[in-house]
Structure formats: structure tokens, C-alpha cells
């Protein structure tokens, strides 16, 4: 009898000031059907943005396995399109990219000329240049972005394959359908 077939290891990214907990019930629910889930947390909130990509990456790198699945949660999503361009691109990636920071962020576009003196996170979503890292070329990423229809924080940019959900920009990691959504995206 052969060995069932592994599921690739799920990484969590958390937003900008949204801890690692904010994930968990996510992680609950896929860890019924994925062996590997981690909850990946910033290392250097506010100070270092250069340090959270290198470790993120690191983190992404660490598994032994061909394919690997992420979902990222805004400015979360910004760190993990960073972080690939650092891993090995003969690993496919599985991308779900809930409530992702694409573009300048209105809010935070608006403070800048204080925000973007306050964190490196805030001078990256001020800007809509610098808030639009593209994915890695010549890496093989399947992804799905999911919006929520009541997005007040973050600009909804329109992508490939995407999903449209009832809720705010937190309170989609809160949703047992958004939980189901995920899993459902994984599997495929």
C-alpha cells in the first residue's frame, strides 16, 4: 500500500499590526486537513521591514517539500510577495492573498507626511508605487485573492482569479465561510 499524499505545509501571514493570533482560528480549521500549518509572526514590527522579509523568507525556505501554500492577510500579503522574490523559485506556491495591500492605502495616504516617518510599513502603504511589489517571474504561483465587499481600509485592485466575501478587513479572519473559502482554494 503506498503513502497518502501529503498535503504541502500552509504558512499564515498576518497584516501590519495584526499578531500572529488573529490566524488562529484560520489555522484550526485547515490543521483538519493539512499537516503543517505555521503561524508566521513579524520579528521586527516598526523598526526593521528589510529584517520580517529575510525571515519570512527563511521561513518559506525551511520546508523540504516542492510545493508550499501561504495565505496573507493585507499588509501581510506585501511582505510574502517580497519574501518570494528570496526563495527558491523551483518551489510552486499556492497564494491566498485576503484584504491585500496592492496600492496606497487612502487612510494612511492621506497622514503621510507624518505616517511615512512612523514605521516602514506606513511609508510602503502610502505609496501606491511602492505598496505594488509584483510577484516573482519565473516562479509557478497559483493565486487567489479574496476581497471583503466591506473594505473601508484598503483599495480593492481587481486580480485574475479573485473572491468576493461579506465583511470588514479584520473581521474576514474571524468568518467560518472565509475559513471554509480558504480551505476550499487550498485543496484545488
Not at 495591500?101 to 514605521?119: D, E, M, N
Request: hydrophobic share 45%.
Amino acid at each position: 500500500m503506498s503513502d497518502p499524499v501529503k498535503s504541502p505545509p500552509v504558512v499564515l501571514v498576518p497584516g501590519f499590526m495584526s499578531p500572529a493570533w488573529t490566524m488562529w482560528p484560520l489555522a484550526k480549521y485547515l490543521q483538519r486537513s493539512n499537516e503543517t500549518i505555521v503561524r508566521w509572526d513579524y520579528p521586527r514590527i516598526f523598526t526593521d521591514l528589510d529584517a520580517s522579509i529575510v525571515s519570512l523568507s527563511k521561513q518559506l525556505s525551511a520546508f523540504d517539500a516542492s510545493s508550499i501554500s501561504i495565505v496573507s492577510h493585507s499588509f501581510g500579503d506585501w511582505l510574502t510577495r517580497s519574501a518570494l522574490h528570496l526563495v527558491n523559485s523551483q518551489r510552486s506556491v499556492r497564494l491566498i492573498s485576503i484584504c491585500p495591500v496592492t496600492t496606497a492605502v487612502p487612510l494612511v495616504k492621506l497622514t503621510r507626511p507624518i505616517s511615512q516617518y512612523l514605521a516602514p510599513e506606513l511609508r510602503i502603504m502610502s505609496r501606491a508605487t511602492s505598496a505594488a511589489v509584483s510577484l516573482p517571474v519565473g516562479m509557478e504561483i497559483d493565486r487567489t485573492v479574496v476581497h471583503a465587499k466591506g473594505e473601508i481600509l484598503v483599495r480593492q485592485q481587481k486580480a485574475d482569479d479573485q473572491r468576493f466575501v461579506l465583511g470588514s478587513h479584520t473581521s474576514v479572519l474571524f468568518q467560518p465561510n472565509v475559513w471554509k473559502l480558504v480551505h476550499d482554494e487550498l485543496q484545488r
